[in-house]
């Protein structure tokens, strides 16, 4: 594995400056989820520089790039492309050229990862397995992933592997973590329905923005003291609106937010329980609720024997004490868990922080450390290698 791990460094060390280059022309140049239409046509160029079979348009806007024996096992690397609607604000000489759109979540990072893991595999014929590497679109609205399974990209597949920056790990480090890595998401909408009146007089109407203040506090009491503090549940709020005038009681108020949680179990029963609590207090001070409870995404469950062979051979490159075992799964969603049900996988947080620290993830002004680039592609390079070698002798 050492001969392997060197050759391996070397290449990935040789052609770090050029992929800094292509990341730094993404980054310039993001795109919207499932509008990835020249990051998948400059993602295909390259690939097909690197002598590598290349699908297009799979799943709207992804790329699937083959190689290898055909008739050997299948190992699978997932990246994906999209960007985000946020202004960016680092001010960096390639800071993103289109108003309102920033790779503020590091799949641009992710991309040229995915290119740098090709272009090792061209260059040295590792393995006699098929490889596949899935450059995904629309991970940031948890759609891309059902879009390429819908058109069987993981037929084959024996083992995936996938990536994500980590703004709380610093350059060099890792973070891995068998079992559960990631929640359950979904996004909640809440329609109040009072009843309208004169600001002067609120007994006289429902007031709908009152009531929405009510189910806000009472679904936060009800979480800390009717659900299992050892089976954690975030509800979180981001928008709220309703209402015409200062002084008129507004008849109507749409809530919308987000749900996390960690229990596969107890996220099947949340949509009841949100809703029943929510008609209750509702009820109690004599308005309506109509509640939409839409699944983003289910937990990402990280494969034990996968996620062990990933930490061995991040050992060929790194010091023991910089693979961080993660105590805790992120309540963050990832669309990477859909894949996993069909196929065993796993992820690892690639540290990006540099000396300065790192902003926060979908932050106008996060800016990662672009050596954690080179430490990405050896980790995932060797262990695709070592997952074909081991399905081989399987």
């Given at each position: 594995m050492k001969d392997l791990?060197?050759?391996?460094?070397?290449?990935?060390?040789?052609?770090?400056?050029e992929l800094i280059l292509l990341r730094r022309h993404l980054h310039a140049h993001p795109e919207l989820?499932?509008?990835?239409?020249?990051?998948?046509?400059?993602?295909?160029?390259?690939?097909?520089?690197?002598?590598?079979?290349?699908?297009?348009?799979?799943?709207?806007?992804?790329?699937?790039?083959?190689?290898?024996?055909?008739?050997?096992?299948?190992?699978g690397l997932r990246v994906d492309m999209d960007a985000l609607p946020i202004e960016e604000r680092?001010?960096?000489?390639?800071?993103?050229?289109?108003?309102?759109?920033?790779?503020?979540?590091?799949?641009d990072l992710h991309t040229c990862i995915g290119l740098g893991?090709?272009?090792?595999?061209?260059?040295?014929?590792?393995?006699?397995?098929?490889?596949?590497?899935?450059?995904q679109p629309a991970e940031e609205i948890a759609q891309g992933a059902n879009w390429m399974r819908a058109e069987k990209v993981l037929e084959g597949v024996q083992a995936l592997f996938g990536v994500h920056v980590y703004p709380d790990l610093s350059v060099g480090k890792i973070g891995i973590r068998s079992g559960t890595f990631t929640a359950a998401a979904a996004e909640l909408e809440i329609d109040i329905i009072g009843?309208?009146?004169?600001?002067?007089?609120?007994?006289?109407?429902?007031?709908?923005?009152?009531?929405?203040?009510?189910v806000i506090s009472g679904l936060q009491e009800a979480i800390s003291r009717r659900l299992d503090a050892l089976k954690p549940?975030?509800?979180?709020?981001?928008?709220?609106?309703?209402?015409?005038?200062?002084n008129v009681i507004a008849e109507r108020v749409?809530?919308?937010?987000?749900?996390?949680?960690?229990?596969?179990?107890?996220?099947?029963?949340?949509?009841?329980?949100?809703e029943k609590i929510v008609k209750n207090i509702a009820s109690n001070y004599g308005a309506k609720a109509n509640i939409n409870f839409k699944s983003i995404a289910p937990p990402v469950y990280n494969d034990p024997e996968l996620t062990n062979l990933l930490s061995d051979c991040a050992k060929n490159f790194m010091d023991k004490e910089n693979i961080v075992f993660l105590e805790n799964p992120s309540l963050g969603a990832e669309d990477f868990a859909f894949f996993l049900q069909d196929v065993p996988g796993t992820m690892f947080r690639l540290g990006v922080?540099?000396?300065?620290?790192?902003?926060?993830?979908?932050?106008?002004?996060?800016?990662?450390?672009?050596?954690?680039?080179?430490?990405?592609i050896k980790i995932l390079s060797q262990t695709i290698v070592m997952a074909s070698k081991s399905l081989q002798h399987n």
């Open positions: 791990g060197k050759k391996i460094e070397f290449l990935s060390k040789e052609m770090l400056p989820s499932g509008q990835e239409y020249q990051t998948a046509a400059f993602v295909a160029g390259e690939l097909r520089k690197s002598g590598w079979e290349v699908k297009e348009a799979v799943g709207k806007t992804g790329v699937v790039a083959e190689m290898g024996n055909k008739n050997g096992p299948v190992i680092t001010g960096l000489d390639y800071s993103s050229s289109i108003q309102g759109l920033m790779h503020a979540c590091g799949h893991v090709a272009k090792v595999l061209a260059n040295n014929k590792f393995t006699t397995s098929r490889i596949r590497i899935i450059f009843k309208g009146g004169h600001g002067a007089r609120p007994h006289e109407g429902t007031d709908s923005i009152w009531i929405a203040a009510k549940v975030v509800i979180s709020f981001g928008k709220i609106s309703g209402g015409n005038a200062f749409k809530i919308l937010g987000t749900v996390r949680c960690l229990d596969s179990q107890l996220y099947k029963k949340l949509p009841q329980w949100i922080a540099g000396e300065q620290g790192c902003a926060p993830l979908h932050s106008g002004y996060f800016s990662l450390d672009e050596r954690s680039l080179e430490l990405g």
